[in-house]
Every structure is written in structure tokens, then in C-alpha cells.
């Protein structure tokens, strides 16, 4: 009896062994799990590290440091970053690859990529099964316990061909990083020669009203004197007066300029530093190269993008096509039925007769057609814009040819002129008064003309893209040295004094 009572108590602690075992399995599966953590917005702490950022910070001179060791520029010839002096076009691009919101940003979006790519082709858990069942009718084992572990063994090969998704994915968010760093510096170049063009009419203005001045010195004796009407005497104050405006609102729009490529650096409006005007615009990379024009599928950021994304999509299409083959589930488990301890394995696999997968497939073969036209599409459209900036290009360039050789010499010697008549005592206002205001509005047109050939090579330059192209699949940095100079962009022409027949440079703000 004893033994008989010792049976019927083991029999009913089983389902409570099991049901503990399950628990237990639980509780260390559990274990492995992540936890959350709230990680608040912190705006206030932002905007007081956003006001301390200055050029000398240690990521920035890091960064310059890194771009300088790669540089093939021997030492001597490289440009060293030194924002102490003030900042130059150079100095402000690498600034910007560090500071700039939109890249922080689109950098951490690749860090969503780049999470998905480490973490794809993961085997799918286990799963635990526990099949309870009692018999109500008497019987002396009324309890069945049947106990299973689920596996899925991929056999199709499509966790491997999810890493490879996951990769090509990555590359291609890293290529549109790239591209995005490629597209600031362009940003940072044409904001320099907008701001350096204006700084450039500062001076241009500043020097025509210096001018003015020592003229109407002499008109208002000449006035006082009775050797000049008033009518004449007028207009030498209406021109200084109407330049004077002009200056006002040049000193806005410099401001504003300004305050621009602070924005593109990523500096606060307030920041302590200085933009050092050494030309209009950095010098041209030679990016438009007739080598340049053939390799352009290679080099173009635009294109890397685009042949970035139909690998994606070449990638989703072949993992489609490898779902439609089964992987197969397993089952081993152990039961007891009757009082008898039994192993168990079960075994199943998908038939594809019915679905296939045929709707993913057929999706991702059409988005792979979109990607190819869209690849198409960009190719056709860069050249197109390619063409467009070689006019523009063309026509600056012109321009400024022809101001600089004919126009500027013109009337400077002009002007020349009429102050030596002026000199011998022959004074005519009203031709002294046309050959300042001509001269003024000359070198204004040459600063406008070399701004505009400036920007036309900067929008060649962006499209053609860096001289040697950032693999897409490189993590970080993205950015490389432009035509070998230890910052980006190459250093800017120095430009002449106002007197000189090409445009006044700046001296700095």
C-alpha cells in the first residue's frame, strides 16, 4: 500500500514538475533579455555646448590633423588649420564635415543601418512547448506531459542572404552620407563666395564714397567760390548720399551671408572667430576634366547613390526569391504517458504549392525595375546639369574676361584722366562724376562676374564629386582631401587692391 501511495504522489507532481521546468526555461531565456533605460531630452545642455563651440575644439583639430596625414601633399605645401588667424574657405569646410546638423544627422541615421546590418541573418529562437492533458475518466495514469523544444534550421540559405541585404542596405545609406558630406562642402563653397563677393563690394563701395569725399572738398570750395552751380555741386552729394545706402544695406547682406556659413559650420551666430576674405570663391578643383566626364558614372555621388540602391534592390529581389524555399522545423521533446517515459521528435516542412512567396517576389523584381530607371534617370539628369553648369561656367568666365581685359583698364584710365584735367585746373564735374560712378560700378560688376564663375565651377564640382571617390562600404570618415590640400577646396586667389583692374578682395570681418 505504501508503495502503491508513493506512485499515485509522484504521478500528481509531475504536471507541477513540468510546469516549474517551464518556468525555469523561462526565467533563463529572460535573463539574456535587454532592459530600457529613458534617456530624456536634454535641450538646455545642447544649446550651452551649441554657444561653446569654437574652431579650436579638440574634435575639430583632430579631424584637420587626420585629413592632413592623408593628404599627398608634401608637409611644406599643405595648408596647416590654424582658425587662429582667421577662417579661411578651407578651414570652414572642415569645420562644417564636423559641425554640421544635417550630417549629425544623417550620420546617425547610418548608425540605424549599420545596427540592422550587424544584427541580420540571426537564427529565430527556440520555442518551448508544454502539452498538458488529463484523462477524466478513472485510470491509474490519468496524466499525460509531453514536453518540446521548437528550432527552425535554416536550410534555404536566406539568413545569408539577409546579411547581405542588410550590408548592401548599409552601403547605401553610407554612399547618401557621403554624398550629403560632398553636398555641405559645395554648400559651405558657394555661401564663401557669395559672402566674399559682397566683402569684396564693401570695399569697392567703401573706396568710391573715400573718393566722393575728396571730391566734394574741393566742390564745396568750388561752390562757395561762385566756379560751380549748385545743380552740379548737388549731384556729387546725391551720389554720395545714394551710395551710402547702398553701403547700408552691402553691410546687411554681408552680415546675413555671414551668419549663413556660421549655420553651414554648425558655429553659433556669436561664435568668437573671424572669416578671413582672401578671394571670391576657393580655386577650382579640376573635377571638370575630360577624364572626369567619362568616369563620371564612377565619381558622381549622385550615381554612387544610385548604383547603391539598385544593389539594394538586386539584394531584396534574391532574398524574396530564397524565401519561397522551406527551412526546417524540428521538434525534439520528451512526454509520459501510461507511466511510460517517451522521447519525441517532430519534423515539419513548408510545401510551396500554394503561396510560393509570389507576392514578395513579384514586389521586389518591380522595385528592382524602379531602381534602374531611377539609376537611368539620374544619369541622363547629372549630365544634363553637367552641361547646364559649363554654360554657366562659360559665361561667367566670359564675362569676367571681358571686364577685367577691356571694361576695368577703360575706366580707370578714364578716370586717371579726368583727375589730371582736374589737376591743370580744368575741372568738369559732371565727366569726373561719370568716370568715378563707371569705374565704381565696373569693378562692382567684375566681384559679380568672378562670384558667378566661382559658383558655376563649385556647382561642376559637386556634381562631378571628389577626385577620389569615398567607397560607400567605408564606415568612417567620409570625407577626403580635394585636390590634395590638407582641408578641402584648395586656397582662394588672392585678388588685387581696389585700384588694381580686377575686384577688391576683403580684408576679413
Not at 548737388?234 to 548720399?241: N, P, T, V
Request: aromatic letters at 4%; a negative charge.
Amino acid at each position: 500500500m505504501v508503495r502503491k501511495h508513493e506512485d499515485r504522489t509522484a504521478r500528481g507532481l509531475r504536471p507541477q514538475i513540468a510546469t516549474l521546468s517551464l518556468a525555469g526555461l523561462i526565467a533563463i531565456a529572460t535573463g539574456g533579455c535587454q532592459s530600457y533605460e529613458r534617456r530624456p531630452l536634454d535641450i538646455p545642455g545642447h544649446q550651452a555646448a551649441f554657444l561653446a563651440r569654437t574652431p579650436e575644439s579638440p574634435e575639430v583639430k583632430a579631424f584637420a590633423d587626420g585629413l592632413a596625414a592623408r593628404s599627398p601633399k608634401p608637409a611644406p605645401e599643405a595648408a596647416a588649420f590654424d582658425p587662429g588667424d582667421g577662417i579661411t574657405c578651407e578651414e570652414a569646410e572642415v569645420i562644417a564635415l564636423v559641425f554640421n546638423a544635417d550630417l549629425r544627422v544623417a550620420r546617425l541615421r547610418a548608425g540605424v543601418t549599420q545596427a540592422t546590418a550587424e544584427n541580420a541573418g540571426l537564427w529565430e529562437d527556440p520555442t518551448i512547448g508544454v502539452d498538458l492533458t488529463r484523462i477524466i475518466e478513472s485510470t491509474p495514469e490519468p496524466w499525460k506531459v509531453f514536453t518540446s523544444v521548437g528550432l527552425t534550421i535554416p536550410i534555404s540559405g536566406r539568413l545569408e542572404i539577409e546579411k547581405q541585404r542588410a550590408g548592401v542596405e548599409h552601403a547605401a545609406e553610407l554612399a547618401r552620407v557621403a554624398q550629403r558630406e560632398w553636398s555641405v562642402r559645395m554648400s559651405v563653397r558657394r555661401a564663401w563666395s557669395e559672402w566674399s563677393a559682397l566683402d569684396a563690394q564693401l570695399a569697392v563701395t567703401r573706396d568710391f564714397l573715400s573718393r566722393v569725399d575728396q571730391i566734394l572738398s574741393v566742390v564745396d570750395k568750388m561752390e562757395q567760390a561762385g566756379e560751380m552751380a549748385r545743380t552740379e555741386a548737388r549731384l556729387f552729394r546725391i551720389e554720395k548720399a545714394t551710395k551710402a545706402a547702398d553701403l547700408a544695406l552691402l553691410e546687411s547682406r554681408t552680415r546675413e551671408s555671414e551668419l549663413r556659413l556660421r549655420q553651414l559650420m554648425g558655429m553659433s551666430p556669436d561664435a568668437p572667430f573671424r572669416l578671413e576674405a582672401r578671394g571670391i570663391g576657393p580655386n577650382p578643383t579640376g573635377s571638370g576634366s575630360s577624364d572626369a566626364i567619362l568616369e563620371i558614372g564612377r565619381r558622381s555621388p549622385a550615381m554612387l547613390v544610385a548604383a547603391a540602391e539598385y544593389e539594394a534592390a538586386e539584394k531584396a529581389l534574391e532574398l524574396e526569391v530564397r524565401k519561397q524555399y522551406p527551412d526546417l522545423h524540428i521538434g525534439p521533446g520528451y512526454g509520459n504517458e501510461d507511466g511510460q517515459n517517451q522521447v519525441l521528435l517532430g519534423l515539419s516542412v513548408p510545401i510551396p504549392i500554394l503561396n510560393g512567396n509570389r507576392r514578395g517576389i513579384a514586389e521586389a523584381r518591380a522595385q528592382r525595375e524602379v531602381a534602374r530607371a531611377a539609376a537611368e534617370a539620374t544619369l541622363e539628369q547629372t549630365l544634363a546639369a553637367m552641361r547646364a553648369a559649363e554654360v554657366r561656367l562659360a559665361a561667367a568666365a566670359k564675362r569676367r574676361s571681358t571686364l577685367e581685359s577691356e571694361i576695368v583698364p577703360l575706366v580707370d584710365a578714364q578716370y586717371v584722366d579726368a583727375r589730371q584735367v582736374a589737376r591743370l585746373g580744368e575741372v568738369n564735374t559732371l565727366v569726373l562724376l561719370e568716370s568715378l560712378t563707371r569705374q565704381q560700378e565696373a569693378k562692382v560688376g567684375l566681384v559679380e562676374a568672378a562670384r558667378d564663375e566661382a559658383i558655376a565651377m563649385v556647382d561642376l564640382d559637386e556634381i562631378f564629386g571628389p577626385p577620389t571617390p569615398v567607397s560607400p562600404s567605408t564606415p568612417a570618415p567620409l570625407h577626403e582631401p580635394v585636390g590634395g590640400s590638407a582641408a578641402p577646396g584648395g586656397t582662394p586667389a588672392s585678388i588685387p587692391a581696389p585700384n588694381s583692374n580686377t575686384p577688391p578682395g576683403g580684408s576679413g570681418r
